[in-house]
């Protein structure tokens, strides 16, 4: 049984899972393939086309873009019916978009320290005017480009900044009059701006009483005229239709001009209303949406009277016309609408499969299982670009799930129920599981079912019944987590010292040597997770953070420095070389989500940001060297848990551009203590990320080379060549890592470890 994208949809009986996603392929098709995240290689899966808050949307000719939280800009050349996801390279909140052309597009927000523009249609975006894209010194209010080459920026504090070479460099014109850069000094600030041609503009600004005034020029910024407004103006945005046409809204405030800016008239619909948003397709038909984000406003006689309609469940903040009748509207949790009949009906082009879920499994030919709430289970057969949600016989929570083929399954409960479905989940039959304690874990291998935990393994053959496995190594041993590797299994339980392995699907077990272990064969490394690639080559992260690396089946073990982290929650390897780390904060960041990514065995490890929200246990799949999915616990847009964001990449999570290289150096890697006391502990590590424009925030930790917690300190690097510089007190020993999320056309890079020995 399957649910369609609306949470708490009516559920519907299928034959078989294959059966299902035939309908899920052909409806998928609403919300468009790989739409990306803003700052890695990875792509949603849930909620479709993606999940982000999207806050204004813009059109030209046939292409539009939307912008939002996280640094997210959509693009769609069909009208909105389908969406593409862009790498801007930045984090930060866009709240504002100008498309200038099919292929021009300038975005911003941030607080007014993010300014990016692409002319190459979203391929790539360059930062402009401000290096630090947090607390800059000077940020934009508004801007508005001609061409991909001119263009102006108003300033908060009243500046007019002009470039005639795409925001390479910029020119300081007048400032406003009232405002702090003006000759006469004042307290007002720069709001909005709009050039009609490289000589004439206007421009806003906004008292700290919240009146406007608006000011004219016919130099391209050289002077300034005032521009009368109708008394108790409070403007906070300026849209043009054309040259003569103009809007300007805000709070209770609707103004048109049809002299380009001359002369303005209050429209009576402004009154009592704050408009967040206005786009026009002709001088009187227009769409707007309030600030609140509550509901979209139709006018076709310029402002004088209104048509309201809620055409979402969600708030949308930003509204446009993408051609004759055809609306787009965004908002909340990405959520989007579309009407071709010019506002009369809407229908959604974003779905959610809802519910809740706690873990990610792989199954068989591509198959992913997310088992959750309710006695759900999301299914995808296409690695992760799209979902469905399968329902079994229980409303119970379900703790894991197996499948052997698209048709045969097991599902466990939180109680220790276990459900086998036959026919791809048109119904379940219930068995018995031979354990009165319920079982943390359910394992499928052909014809063989492991139950592991809470203590041992129980297990079934060819459909007979459970039975506790003897022997040492694993009877009555804590186990709450597997890890598949082909013709092994591991099992371990998390903050536990064992870890025991099968290689004859469960019949038989034994114990593998843990990292540190003593002479008397204990060890005080416990577990969080391990990845192994075959029964011998793995990978253990322990409860400390430390990742370690075995080749000899745990004989010896190694440790993956180059991790530079603490904050690890889960280790996921495809094969020798390509495999994931996920992390619970990332820099001091605890609010997004990241991974670290290695391409060369652990030497080297990168970050991947991915969204708002947290990475839990069992959350990675890593399938094979570009293959991977994710689940991520979300947040709504209203601040709520949102335990169902799903992401998939075939590119290993990397963006795609230039090869790039981050290192790290310093005077002298080996001191005597001598040497160290007469520096007052303190070790100078300098870096280069070559390629730099400047302004990349880069993170640089350390850590006692005998272990400990990693400290972290985040640095910027220069436009001089990429240079950065940390300083350090060391008390012994060290090794020092640099990583660097990446940018719009450069993927991320992590340095080589760098080691200061202290003799």
């Given amino acids: 049984m399957f649910r369609d994208g609306t949470r708490g949809a009516r559920r519907i009986a299928v034959a078989a899972i294959a059966a299902a996603f035939a309908v899920l392929g052909a409806t998928q098709g609403l919300a468009g393939a790989a739409v990306h995240v803003s700052r890695s290689g990875w792509s949603w899966g849930n909620p479709s086309p993606q999940g982000r808050s999207l806050l204004a949307i813009a059109f030209a000719g046939g292409t ?97 900044e002009a470039t005639g070479d795409g925001g390479q460099t910029f020119a300081r014109r007048t400032g406003l009059p009232g405002t702090p850069v003006s000759s006469g000094g004042g307290e007002a600030h720069g709001v909005a ?18 009146a406007s005034s608006a000011f004219a020029t016919a130099d391209g910024g050289v002077s300034w005229t005032p521009v ?6 409070s403007v906070s945005k300026l849209y043009f239709l054309d040259a003569e046409h103009a809007y300007a809204i805000g709070p209770n405030t609707l103004l048109a001009s049809s002299d380009g800016g001359a002369t303005w008239t209050s429209r009576a619909i402004g009154a009592g209303q704050s408009f967040g948003s206005i786009d026009c397709e002709t001088a009187t038909r227009c769409i707007l949406t309030l600030s609140s984000g509550s509901e979209l406003v139709g006018t076709t006689d310029g402002g004088a009277t209104d048509s309201v309609t809620t055409a979402s469940s969600s708030l949308l903040y930003g509204a446009a016309f993408a051609g004759p009748g055809r609306i787009v509207a965004v908002g909340a949790g ?45 299914i995808s ?16 929570q ?65 459909g007979g019944r459970f039975a506790a496995v003897t022997g040492p190594a694993v009877a009555r041993v804590p186990l709450d987590d597997y890890d598949n590797a082909g013709a092994a299994l591991f099992a371990f339980a998390r903050g536990g ?40 080559a793995g990978v253990l992260l322990d409860t400390g953070g430390r990742v370690w690396q075995t080749r000899n089946g745990g004989a010896s073990w190694h440790e993956l420095l180059g991790v530079g982290s603490s904050e690890g929650v889960q280790v996921a390897f495809s094969d020798a070389l390509h495999g994931y780390l996920t992390l619970a904060s990332f820099g001091g960041d605890d609010e997004d989500a990241y991974t670290l990514r290695t391409n060369d065995g652990g030497a080297t490890w990168h970050p991947q940001e991915i969204t708002l929200g947290s990475i839990g246990q069992d959350a990675i799949v890593a399938a094979g060297a570009q293959d991977a999915a994710l689940l991520i616990d979300g ?70 080379a005998r272990g400990g917690q990693w400290q972290h300190q985040e640095v910027i690097a220069g436009a001089n060549g990429g240079a950065f510089t940390t300083t350090w007190h060391v008390s012994g020993s060290s090794v020092f890592v640099a990583q660097w999320a990446g940018d719009s056309g450069r993927p991320g890079l992590g340095s080589r470890v760098l080691g200061v020995t202290v003799r």
């Fill in 64 to 160: 539009g873009y939307a912008v939002g939280n996280g640094g997210t800009v959509l693009s769609t050349a069909d009208g909105g019916a389908t969406w593409t996801g862009l790498t801007t390279g930045t984090a930060g909140t866009i709240t504002s978009v100008q498309a200038v052309s099919p292929s021009t597009v300038i975005v911003g927000g941030g607080n007014g320290c993010i300014t990016r523009i692409s002319t190459n249609g979203g391929q790539t975006f360059t930062r402009i005017f401000n290096v630090a894209e947090a607390g800059c010194p000077e940020p934009v209010a508004a801007f508005s480009f001609l061409t991909g080459q001119s263009g102006y920026l108003l300033l908060r504090n009243g500046s007019l």
């Fill in 635 to 704: 947040v709504a847009p209203g601040g709520a848990p949102l335990p169902r964001l799903l992401f998939a990449t075939s590119s290993g999570g990397d963006l795609p551009g230039a090869s790039a290289t981050l290192t790290l150096s310093t005077r002298r890697t080996t001191l005597g203590r001598r040497a160290l006391r007469a520096s007052h502990g303190t070790v100078v590590v300098q870096g280069t990320l070559s390629g730099a424009v400047g302004g990349e925030q880069i993170v640089v930790s350390r850590r006692a």
């Fill in 228 to 233: 009368a407004l109708p008394a108790g103006a």
């Fill in 497 to 536: 010292h064992t870890l025991v392995r099968t290689a004859d699907r469960g019949a038989t077990w034994t114990r593998v040597r843990m990292p540190l272990t003593g002479r008397r064969g204990r060890t005080r490394v416990a577990i969080r997770s391990v990845s192994f690639t075959n029964a011998s």
């Fill in 334 to 378: 990405g959520a989007t609408v579309v009407s071709s009949d010019g506002g009369s009906t809407y229908t959604p082009v974003s779905a959610d499969v809802g519910g809740e879920f706690g873990r990610l499994r792989e199954g068989p030919g591509g198959l992913l299982l997310a088992p959750g709430s309710r006695g759900d289970i999301a």
């Fill in 193 to 210: 701006v709009h050039f009609t041609d490289p000589s004439h503009g206007l421009a806003i600004t906004s008292a700290p009483s919240g």
């Fill in 398 to 462: 379900l703790v894991d799930a197996a499948f052997t083929s698209p048709t045969e399954g097991y599902a466990l409960d939180a109680d220790g129920g276990l459900q086998q479905t036959r026919n791809g989940g048109a119904s379940w039959q219930t068995l018995n599981p031979g354990t009165s304690r319920p079982a943390e874990a359910i394992a499928a291998l052909g014809g063989e079912v492991l139950l592991i935990g809470p203590r041992g393994v129980y297990r079934a053959v060819a």
């Fill in 381 to 396: 057969v296409n690695y992760g670009a799209s979902w469905q949600v399968l329902a079994t016989q229980t409303s119970a």
